[in-house]
C-alpha cells in the first residue's frame, strides 16, 4: 500500500512558545504548556529547531484559531542544555504556573525517567512521543505516561524489518551482521533489548558500539566498524554525535545505503555537514519532511507575515522542526479533547489525561488539522499508550533534502509487546504499583 493510500491530508495544528507579553496576558482559562528546550551545548543543533517549532506552532494556534475551543494557550521555555537535572529544575519550577501545566513534553529520555514518579503525583500528564521509557507503553502500569505514536523497541523492530525487505526476507536474516551505534545514555540503550531478542529469533550477529557523550570523538568506534564489517549500520544517536558518525562512516567508505539511523538521527543537521559524503544516508522517521502540507502554509502566513525565506531560516520543514508539528498536533487534539470534556473551559490533570488515554486521530481528523499525507492514524488505548499502529517509514538524504522512500513498515508487535508487559510488570513489582484494570 502506498504512503498516500495510508495517511490523508489535513489542515494543521500547532503549539509554540508565545512571547512575553502574550504569557502576560490575563485569560480566564489560559491552556499552559511549559516548554522544555535546548538551545545551547553540544544537542543544540538538534535543538534549536525543535523549540522554534514549538514557538511555531503555540503561535499559529493562537493567532490563526484564537487558541483552543476559545482557551488562549500560554507557553514558556526553560532551557535545559540536555541536562537531566537542570530539566528536573525546569519542570519544578514550570509545573504550576498559569493554573498548571496542560502536560509536560520532556524532550530528553533522561528526563523522562526522572519525572515518570513525578507525573502521578502531580497529575500532569508526560508526553514522551517515539521516545522515554518504553515500558511506559503498557497504560496499566504507566497511566500518565504517553509514547505515541512508536517506541523505541517498535522502532527497532520496523527497522529489522527494513532489513528483511531489503535482502528478500526474514528468513535471510540468517547470517547477516548488523551493528548498533548508539548514545551510551538511557536513550541511546533503549533500542537494545530489541536487537538482541530478535538476534536470537532471526539468527543475525549483532554488535553494539557505545559512544560516550557527546559524540565528538569517534574513530575507534568506526576503526570497530571497517574491522568487523557489518552489513548493516543502526545508529542511536544525537545531537553533534550524528554528523560525526556520518563523517566517519563515510572516511572508512562504509555504504551510506547500508547505513540507517534511528529518527533522531535523521535530521538535516545530521547529513549537512558531511557534504556529499552524507548522499545514500538513511533513517526512519514517524512523518515526512518538507512544507507541503497546508499546516506549513499556515504557519508561514499566520506566523511569518507570509515571509517563507524567514521561516525556512527558523528551520521550517525541516526534519525536526516537523517532528514537533506532528508531537504537538497530537497533543493538542488531546488538549481539544479535555476542554470538551470540561465544557469549554481549561480542564484538570485527570481530563487532561484521560483525553490522552482516548486519543482517536483518524484520516479524516488529521486531514482536518493540515497534516494529510504527512502521518499515520493512531488510537490510543488504556492499556496501549503508544497507539495501535507502531512502526515507521525510511527516509533518505539526496543530497539537498530528505525523500520518504518506503511504505509504512509495521513493527513486530508480537514481539515487542510482550517485552513491553514484562518490562511493565517488572516495573510496577520494583514500585509497589498495582497495574490497573484495562
Same mark, same amino acid.
Given at each position: 500500500m502506498k504512503i498516500r493510500h495510508l495517511l490523508l491530508a489535513a489542515a494543521g495544528i500547532v503549539v509554540g512558545v508565545t512571547g512575553?507579553?502574550?504569557?502576560?496576558?490575563?485569560?480566564?482559562?489560559?491552556?499552559?504548556?511549559?516548554?522544555?528546550?535546548?538551545?545551547?551545548?553540544?544537542?543544540?543543533?538538534?535543538?534549536?529547531?525543535?523549540?522554534? $517549532? %514549538?514557538?511555531?506552532?503555540? $503561535?499559529?494556534?493562537?493567532?490563526r484559531d484564537g487558541g483552543i475551543e476559545g482557551n488562549r494557550i500560554v507557553s514558556e521555555e526553560c532551557e535545559t542544555k540536555y541536562n537531566t537535572k537542570v530539566g528536573v529544575e525546569c519542570y519544578e519550577k514550570l509545573k504550576k504556573k498559569h493554573g498548571g501545566a496542560m502536560f509536560v513534553n520532556p524532550n530528553s529520555t533522561g528526563l523522562t525517567y526522572q519525572l515518570i514518579p513525578k507525573a502521578a503525583v502531580d497529575k500532569i500528564t508526560i508526553l514522551?512521543?517515539?521516545?522515554?521509557?518504553?515500558? !511506559?507503553?503498557?497504560?496499566?502500569?504507566?497511566?500518565?505516561?504517553?509514547?505515541?505514536?512508536?517506541?523505541?523497541?517498535?522502532?527497532?523492530?520496523?527497522f529489522v524489518n527494513y532489513v528483511g525487505q531489503e535482502i528478500g526476507g526474514l528468513?535471510?536474516?540468517?547470517?547477516?551482521? %548488523? $551493528?548498533?551505534?548508539?548514545?551510551?545514555?538511557?536513550?541511546?540503550?533503549?533500542a537494545n533489548p530489541t536487537l538482541q531478542t530478535l538476534s536470537k529469533k532471526y539468527g543475525f550477529?549483532?554488535?553494539?558500539? !557505545?559512544?560516550?557523550?557527546?559524540?565528538?570523538?569517534?574513530? $575507534?568506534?568506526?576503526?570497530?566498524?571497517?574491522?568487523?564489517?557489518p552489513d548493516w549500520v543502526f545508529m542511536s544517536g544525537w545531537g553533534v554525535m550524528n554528523q560525526v558518525a556520518i563523517k566517519e562512516a563515510n572516511g572508512i567508505g562504509y555504504p551510506m545505503d547500508k547505513f540507517v539511523g534511528n529518527w533522531w538521527s535523521g535530521s538535516d543537521a545530521d547529513v549537512i555537514p558531511a557534504g556529499d559524503g552524507s548522499i545514500g544516508y538513511k533513517?526512519?522517521?514517524?512523518?515526512?519532511?518538507?512544507?507541503?502540507?497546508?499546516?506549513?502554509?499556515?504557519?508561514?502566513?499566520?506566523?511569518?507575515?507570509?515571509?517563507?525565506?524567514?521561516?525556512?531560516?527558523?528551520?521550517?520543514?525541516?526534519?525536526?522542526?516537523?517532528?514537533?508539528?506532528?508531537?504537538?498536533?497530537?497533543?493538542t487534539e488531546a488538549v481539544r479533547d479535555a476542554v470538551k470534556a470540561a465544557g469549554g473551559k481549561r480542564p484538570n490533570g485527570d481530563q487532561v489525561r484521560a483525553a490522552f488515554e482516548g486519543l482517536n486521530m483518524t484520516k479524516e481528523r488529521l486531514a482536518a488539522r493540515g497534516i494529510g499525507g504527512f502521518t499515520w492514524p493512531l488510537k490510543v488505548s488504556c492499556k496501549n499508550h503508544e497507539g495501535d499502529a507502531p512502526g515507521v517509514f525510511i527516509q533518505q538524504w539526496d543530497g539537498k533534502q530528505w525523500k520518504l522512500i518506503s511504505d509504512f513498515i509495521p513493527a513486530m508487535s508480537d514481539v515487542v509487546r510482550p517485552m513491553v508487559e514484562k518490562a511493565a510488570a517488572a516495573y510496577a513489582k520494583e514500585n509497589n504499583i498495582t497495574p490497573r484494570s484495562c
Amino acid at each position: 500500500m502506498k504512503i498516500r493510500h495510508l495517511l490523508l491530508a489535513a489542515a494543521g495544528i500547532v503549539v509554540g512558545v508565545t512571547g512575553v507579553t502574550e504569557a502576560k496576558r490575563a485569560y480566564a482559562d489560559d491552556l499552559f504548556f511549559p516548554v522544555m528546550v535546548y538551545r545551547t551545548g553540544p544537542y543544540a543543533p538538534s535543538g534549536i529547531p525543535i523549540a522554534n $517549532a %514549538i514557538q511555531d506552532f503555540v $503561535a499559529l494556534i493562537n493567532k490563526r484559531d484564537g487558541g483552543i475551543e476559545g482557551n488562549r494557550i500560554v507557553s514558556e521555555e526553560c532551557e535545559t542544555k540536555y541536562n537531566t537535572k537542570v530539566g528536573v529544575e525546569c519542570y519544578e519550577k514550570l509545573k504550576k504556573k498559569h493554573g498548571g501545566a496542560m502536560f509536560v513534553n520532556p524532550n530528553s529520555t533522561g528526563l523522562t525517567y526522572q519525572l515518570i514518579p513525578k507525573a502521578a503525583v502531580d497529575k500532569i500528564t508526560i508526553l514522551s512521543s517515539g521516545y522515554g521509557r518504553t515500558a !511506559a507503553a503498557d497504560g496499566r502500569v504507566f497511566p500518565w505516561v504517553f509514547n505515541f505514536p512508536s517506541t523505541y523497541w517498535s522502532q527497532a523492530s520496523a527497522f529489522v524489518n527494513y532489513v528483511g525487505q531489503e535482502i528478500g526476507g526474514l528468513d535471510k536474516l540468517s547470517g547477516q551482521h %548488523i $551493528a548498533h551505534v548508539h548514545h551510551n545514555s538511557a536513550y541511546g540503550k533503549e533500542a537494545n533489548p530489541t536487537l538482541q531478542t530478535l538476534s536470537k529469533k532471526y539468527g543475525f550477529k549483532l554488535t553494539l558500539l !557505545a559512544v560516550d557523550h557527546p559524540g565528538q570523538e569517534q574513530k $575507534a568506534t568506526w576503526l570497530q566498524v571497517r574491522r568487523k564489517r557489518p552489513d548493516w549500520v543502526f545508529m542511536s544517536g544525537w545531537g553533534v554525535m550524528n554528523q560525526v558518525a556520518i563523517k566517519e562512516a563515510n572516511g572508512i567508505g562504509y555504504p551510506m545505503d547500508k547505513f540507517v539511523g534511528n529518527w533522531w538521527s535523521g535530521s538535516d543537521a545530521d547529513v549537512i555537514p558531511a557534504g556529499d559524503g552524507s548522499i545514500g544516508y538513511k533513517s526512519t522517521n514517524m512523518h515526512a519532511a518538507g512544507t507541503n502540507y497546508p499546516v506549513f502554509k499556515d504557519i508561514i502566513k499566520y506566523v511569518y507575515g507570509g515571509d517563507a525565506a524567514k521561516a525556512k531560516a527558523n528551520n521550517v520543514g525541516e526534519v525536526l522542526y516537523n517532528r514537533m508539528i506532528n508531537t504537538y498536533t497530537f497533543a493538542t487534539e488531546a488538549v481539544r479533547d479535555a476542554v470538551k470534556a470540561a465544557g469549554g473551559k481549561r480542564p484538570n490533570g485527570d481530563q487532561v489525561r484521560a483525553a490522552f488515554e482516548g486519543l482517536n486521530m483518524t484520516k479524516e481528523r488529521l486531514a482536518a488539522r493540515g497534516i494529510g499525507g504527512f502521518t499515520w492514524p493512531l488510537k490510543v488505548s488504556c492499556k496501549n499508550h503508544e497507539g495501535d499502529a507502531p512502526g515507521v517509514f525510511i527516509q533518505q538524504w539526496d543530497g539537498k533534502q530528505w525523500k520518504l522512500i518506503s511504505d509504512f513498515i509495521p513493527a513486530m508487535s508480537d514481539v515487542v509487546r510482550p517485552m513491553v508487559e514484562k518490562a511493565a510488570a517488572a516495573y510496577a513489582k520494583e514500585n509497589n504499583i498495582t497495574p490497573r484494570s484495562c
